[in-house]
Nanobody, 127 residues
Framework: QVQLVESGGGSGQAGGSLRLSCVASGYTYRYYCMGWFRQAPGKEREGVAVFSSYYGRTYYADSVKGRFTISQDNAKNTLYLQMNSLKPEDTGIYYC????????????????????WGQGTQVTVSS
């Protein structure tokens, strides 16, 4: 059974940094998509950053390019999201997501490419 558990959320000030972690258990696929999504209050969930294991590529939403970095540590089965230069509009619940085996990832959307989701971790950025 696949489980994704996020951690590292919290409160920060604009201009600061936070790092999110997502530990995956029972997830042993070689080719997959893994990513981070977020949902701001009153808004739909949106893709933030995605990693394609087949191509070794990363994809970012325009709103976070140059500020956020997605990475993974295979030895620890952990996906990270380093968030720098935080803005109040980065506030929301951040979810880790992973797909069943696939070689193609459609960037930061659509959500239906992802089969496993974490419970989410809250990020609050104050101005």
């Amino acid at each position: 059974q696949v489980q994704l558990v996020e951690s590292g959320g919290g409160s920060g000030q604009a201009g600061g940094s936070l790092r999110l972690s997502c530990v995956a258990s029972g997830y042993t696929y070689r080719y997959y998509c893994m990513g981070w999504f977020r949902q701001a209050p009153g808004k739909e969930r949106e893709g933030v950053a995605v990693f394609s294991s087949y191509y070794g590529r990363t994809y970012y939403a325009d709103s976070v390019k140059g500020r956020f970095t997605i990475s993974q540590d295979n030895a620890k089965n952990t996906l990270y999201l380093q968030m720098n230069s935080l803005k109040p509009e980065d506030t929301g619940i951040y979810y880790c997501a992973a797909s069943r085996p696939r070689t193609y990832c459609s960037g930061t959307s659509p959500e239906d490419e992802y089969n496993y989701w974490g419970q989410g971790t809250q990020v609050t950025v104050s101005s």
